[in-house]
């Protein structure tokens, strides 16, 4: 039963009262086991072993990806490698991975919050899942994969990609459960249509969706075209990976897991809190997680807590559909890529960084991706070499960062300017 109205519908008073324990419990064995934290607390002037208020939460020292990065692979995990049992990935910065691990109970702990975002979306162990996120070193497939198993449900590890094989995975299979990005989704509506699917004929009932921003009216059009409740998801790699955060059926916000993660929301220029119920960075530390535990980790999502009662009786706090980043990471198809990978890539495969831009649009549903590279001369004898640096650049692009892109030499006046200067990322799509 992964509903668990124990914790899900706890009076604040005893939930904050678990939260605090887990925090004084977690920061204590943070101090022992993570140099990086123990130098950070003293330098502070924190004593885990005293830490006796959730409002202090703001003085703990905030967490980047550059600091995860910065200690990759295991610097910043908080138990012997021995202990841990799997390990995922995501881009750090400056050209470096970030490496996430779980123990044993991080993976039980994960699957049964992943577990408990499908129930709350009204998944039912009689559903079949067609999981068509990533697997591999993605915390997306296996995240909600290993929920589904744990909740019972009958699960296919369909991956991403592919759209005539996920139709016929959905019909052979009598697939109630679409689990994907939701643009994949309206894509996978347009083909059923074009294939003259009868999608009444279907098993499918719901859908949960995540990785990527999207909207009412894309959930509108999801729900309307594939005949689907369609339910929000959000969880990011360097945290857990799925399973932070899911709506339940009232669809009016995502209720985070608040038992294993405590999240505040700052300003991300002063980095102080905002006021309750203003938009912000999301800063999230974990309560619960053994290998890689993380303090006020800054998730570089914007968003807002509603604080709200909500009619299904949960009483965690609940987050609005992310609003955007604040920091220059773009999600395509699904894949974080950060405008410095295609820089590097771009100067790793020319002599130097030429001038780019990154151009993205949508192409019917799906993300295009195209970086404009500026030709120094455009001069016939020079096309073969240019039509081979365009295709090594490409294969790059594609094998390091996990997205197809298109790549054209263009004249600079030809790229997005403002202020004299090339406009780095001109993002068309609409969601
Ligand atoms: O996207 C984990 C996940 C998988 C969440 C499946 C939900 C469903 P990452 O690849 O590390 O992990 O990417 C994390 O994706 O910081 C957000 O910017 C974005 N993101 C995740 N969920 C949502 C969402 C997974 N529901 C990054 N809406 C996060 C908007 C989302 N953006």
Not at 81 to 93: A, D, K, M, Q, S
Not at 219 to 233: C, F, G, H, P, Y
Not at 236 to 255: D, F, K, T, W
């Amino acid at each position: 039963m992964y509903f668990d109205p124990k914790y899900e519908c706890m009076n604040r008073e005893d939930l904050d009262q678990l939260k605090l324990e887990r925090l004084q419990a977690a920061l204590t064995r943070i101090s022992k086991n993570v140099p990086f934290y123990r130098k950070k607390f003293e330098e502070l002037g924190i004593d885990p072993y005293d830490f006796d208020s959730l409002n202090d939460v703001s003085r703990l020292p905030l967490t980047t990806k550059s600091d995860l990065a910065g200690h990759a692979p295991y610097g910043l995990f908080a138990v012997p490698l021995r202990e841990v049992v799997r390990l995922h990935g995501t881009y750090g910065l400056k050209g470096k991975s970030v490496v996430v691990g779980y123990t044993i109970n991080d993976i039980h702990r994960w699957s049964g919050l992943a577990a408990r975002v499908l129930m709350a979306a009204g998944v039912t162990k009689d559903d079949v899942i067609q999981v068509a996120f990533n697997y591999g070193l993605s915390t997306s497939g296996f995240g909600i994969h290993y929920g589904a198993e744990e909740m019972g449900a009958a699960v296919v590890p369909a991956s991403s990609g592919n759209v005539n094989r996920q139709i016929s995975i959905i019909q052979d299979y009598n697939v109630t459960t679409l689990v994907c990005i939701p643009s994949y989704a309206l894509y996978l509506a347009d083909r059923l249509e074009e294939l003259g699917i009868n999608i009444n004929a279907l098993a499918l009932r719901t859908g949960l969706f995540g990785e990527e921003a999207w909207s009412e009216k894309t959930r509108a059009e999801i729900q309307d075209r594939l005949k689907i409740t369609a339910v929000d998801s959000y969880g990011l790699s360097e945290v857990m990976g799925p399973g932070i955060a899911g709506e339940c059926l009232e669809r009016n916000g995502m209720h985070i897991n608040e038992d294993h993660f405590l999240a505040e929301v700052i300003d991300p220029r002063t980095l102080e809190p905002v006021l309750p119920g203003q938009t912000g960075e999301l800063v999230i530390t974990t309560l619960t997680k053994e290998a890689l535990p993380l303090v006020r980790f800054r998730t570089g999502d914007l968003t807002r807590l509603i604080h709200d009662p909500c009619p299904c009786g949960r009483t965690f706090v609940r987050m609005q559909r992310i609003q955007g980043r604040c920091d220059d990471m773009l999600i395509i198809q699904g894949i974080n890529v950060f405008p410095e990978q295609v820089s590097l890539i771009l100067s790793e495969t020319g002599d130097r960084i030429p001038n780019y831009q990154i151009v993205l649009e949508r192409e019917g549903r799906l993300d295009k991706a195209t970086v404009l590279v500026e030709a120094d001369v455009l001069v016939p004898d020079k096309i073969k070499e240019q039509q081979r640096f365009i295709e090594r650049v490409k294969q790059r692009l594609a094998m390091d960062l996990g997205v197809f892109f298109e790549v054209r030499l263009v004249e600079l006046k030809s790229m997005q300017f403002e202020d004299d200067r090339i406009v780095p990322v001109v993002d068309k799509r609409k969601f």
